[in-house]
């Protein structure tokens, strides 16, 4: 069972209908057992990273998301500012994040280019730069639905396992053993995410 | 550098079933909002706006159980707008499986709205729409309730206002274009575009695929339209449709 955690912020009706449509079991949850009995993590995030960290900290389940993440090591993956949070931090806030990954969170860097507006807020080509289980038969030329103004920015490239482009190249895919992240939404792109969430919810690590 | 401009199929709801209308009125029916938004997944469409056009003129509250089902089917990006008086309205839009939401009539009496959704959702989550048309002197104005508002305002001056409170994005509409394949109101769209940094949507009048790419010349980040993709052609019958050219900038 794929645990949705429900901290109190981000879409996760979305993430959920499209589970329920690969026909995994998934369960949107804000309760602590039912995580500890779930065998997959999903930490969506949306909106302010300290206003979701916050919460996160607050919600009660931080411990049981970090038991199985880093005891149980079963998949956890991080959407969006979900998978913001796995790094140490982010520019748009103060909040020290999890600390996952060799990462921070900056704000895109587009000062010279005033015609690429921030948030980025479209679709974007994935460009695979590292083998990953969640790129497993990915439909031709894919591409996923971005909505961000922070990205991540990683110590070395050894995690990253894809990027786009936005301006510049930049990491928006990592995996650090059973921990993935991704910046875009699989859940609002197509077949195209729902091959990820199918690859999601059968890997086995 | 390649940057693939979104293109957005418009969709009208009333009552439970989609509508089309010419310059905001005429609404004639299209059909059913769960097979077209299936078609439109099958289409590869880039994002779908869904707007119950008449929810703040006939003062009726949001449709949650269509809508929710509407998003059920989504398996892209989808903004609701209609009706949305409240944080709490926003709140189960989101919570229905929307990542955004269109407020228009209620920025008139309430811009602190923008700022509450913001706050919590993110500015991304947040859409000003702004209708526009023409008064008897060739002036620009913004108008409210589905058109039938005079507000005053003026929609560059509206447009950063918005901006200002705090939108991640404004979706500019010509009533007068609307439904009309006359192409987008260029001017509008230009003046619009120009005075703000967030990205701007145009809609109302587009008939191919060369409007969209004039848009995108005037400084639309995104492009939408309702008949050409629910028409086969003007004045022909309905069609849902996508097209499969991509525009890259």
Same mark, same amino acid.
């Given at each position: 069972?794929?645990?949705?955690?429900?901290?109190?912020?981000?879409?996760?009706?979305?993430?959920?209908?499209?589970?329920?449509?690969?026909?995994?079991d998934?369960v949107i949850?804000?309760?602590?057992?039912?995580?500890?009995?779930?065998?997959?993590?999903l930490?969506?995030?949306?909106?302010n990273?300290?206003?979701?960290?916050?919460?996160?900290?607050?919600?009660?389940?931080?411990?049981?998301?970090?038991?199985?993440?880093h005891?149980e090591?079963?998949?956890?993956?991080?959407?969006?500012?979900?998978?913001?949070?796995i790094?140490?931090?982010?520019?748009?806030?103060?909040e020290?994040?999890?600390?996952?990954?060799?990462?921070e969170?900056?704000?895109?860097?587009?000062?010279?280019?005033?015609?690429l507006?921030?948030?980025?807020?479209?679709?974007?080509?994935?460009?695979?730069?590292?083998?990953?289980?969640?790129?497993?038969?990915?439909?031709?030329?894919?591409?996923?639905?971005f909505?961000?103004?922070?990205?991540?920015?990683f110590?070395?490239?050894?995690?990253?396992?894809?990027k786009a482009?936005?301006?510049?190249e930049y990491?928006?895919?990592?995996?650090n053993?059973n921990?993935?992240?991704?910046?875009?939404?699989?859940?609002?792109?197509?077949?195209?995410?729902?091959?990820?969430?199918?690859?999601?919810s059968?890997?086995e690590l | 550098?390649?940057?693939?401009?979104?293109?957005?199929?418009?969709?009208?709801?009333?009552?439970g079933g989609?509508?089309?209308?010419?310059?905001?009125?005429n609404?004639?029916?299209i059909?059913?909002?769960i097979?077209?938004?299936?078609?439109?997944?099958?289409?590869?469409?880039?994002?779908?706006v869904?707007?119950d056009?008449?929810?703040s003129?006939?003062k009726?509250?949001?449709?949650?159980?269509?809508?929710?089902?509407?998003?059920?089917?989504?398996?892209?990006?989808?903004?609701?707008? %209609? &009706?949305?008086k409240?944080? !709490? *309205?926003?709140?189960?839009?989101?919570?229905? =499986?929307?990542?955004k $939401?269109?407020?228009? @009539?209620?920025?008139?009496?309430?811009?602190?709205i923008?700022?509450?959704?913001?706050?919590?959702?993110?500015?991304?989550?947040?859409?000003?729409?702004?209708?526009?048309?023409?008064?008897?002197f060739?002036?620009?104005k913004?108008?409210?309730?589905?058109?039938?508002?005079?507000?005053?305002?003026?929609p560059?001056?509206w447009?950063k206002?918005?901006?200002k409170?705090?939108?991640?994005?404004?979706?500019i509409?010509?009533?007068?274009?609307?439904?009309?394949?006359?192409?987008?109101?260029?001017?509008?769209?230009?003046?619009?575009?120009?005075?703000?940094?967030?990205p701007?949507?145009a809609? %109302? &009048?587009?008939?191919?695929? !060369? *409007?969209?790419?004039k848009?995108?010349?005037? =400084?639309?980040?995104? $492009?939408?339209?309702? @008949?050409?993709?629910?028409?086969?052609?003007k004045?022909?019958?309905?069609?849902?449709?996508?097209?499969s050219?991509?525009?890259?900038?």
């Open positions: 069972m794929i645990a949705i955690v429900n901290y109190g912020v981000g879409n996760l009706t979305s993430v959920l209908n499209m589970f329920r449509r690969i026909g995994a998934a949850t804000d309760k602590a057992e039912e995580i500890k009995r779930a065998d997959r993590i930490l969506p995030g949306v909106g990273f300290d206003t979701c960290m916050q919460r996160f900290n607050a919600s009660g389940l931080r411990s049981e998301v970090e038991k199985k993440a005891e090591k079963r998949p956890l993956l991080g959407i969006c500012v979900g998978a913001q949070m790094t140490r931090g982010s520019e748009e806030g103060k020290k994040g999890l600390g996952w990954v060799n990462a969170t900056i704000r895109f860097q587009l000062n010279d280019q005033p015609q507006k921030i948030p980025n807020m479209g679709w974007n080509e994935l460009i695979v730069s590292k083998e990953s289980p969640l790129w497993n038969n990915l439909p031709p030329e894919p591409r996923f639905y909505a961000h103004s922070y990205h991540f920015k110590d070395d490239e050894t995690m990253v396992t894809g482009y936005y301006g510049y990491p928006v895919a990592f995996r053993g921990i993935f992240g991704t910046q875009f939404h699989p859940e609002k792109s197509l077949k195209y995410g729902m091959k990820i969430l199918e690859n999601f059968k890997m | 550098m390649k940057r693939r401009v979104r293109i957005i199929p418009v969709l009208l709801l009333k009552n989609l509508y089309k209308t010419v310059k905001f009125k609404a004639n029916y059909g059913d909002p097979n077209t938004v299936k078609i439109f997944n099958e289409k590869e469409a880039d994002e779908l869904v707007l056009f008449t929810a003129a006939d009726r509250g949001i449709d949650f159980k269509k809508i929710t089902e509407i998003a059920g089917e989504a398996f892209m990006p989808m903004s609701y707008g %209609g &009706g949305i409240t944080f !709490e *309205d926003a709140q189960k839009i989101f919570d229905a =499986g929307y990542e $939401v269109i407020i228009n @009539s209620t920025l008139f009496s309430n811009l602190n923008i700022k509450q959704i913001a706050d919590v959702y993110g500015a991304q989550a947040v859409v000003g729409a702004i209708d526009v048309k023409k008064n008897l060739g002036k620009y913004v108008y409210s309730h589905s058109g039938t508002g005079s507000t005053g305002h003026d560059v001056e447009a206002t918005l901006e409170n705090g939108v991640g994005e404004i979706i509409n010509s009533i007068e274009q609307d439904g009309t394949w006359g192409g987008y109101d260029m001017t509008l769209i230009e003046n619009v575009a120009n005075s703000v940094k967030v701007v949507i809609c %109302g &009048g587009a008939a191919n695929v !060369e *409007d969209f790419k848009a995108v010349n005037k =400084g639309a980040s995104a $492009v939408a339209a309702g @008949s050409m993709f629910v028409y086969q052609k004045g022909m019958g309905v069609l849902i449709s996508f097209p050219e991509k525009i890259i900038l």
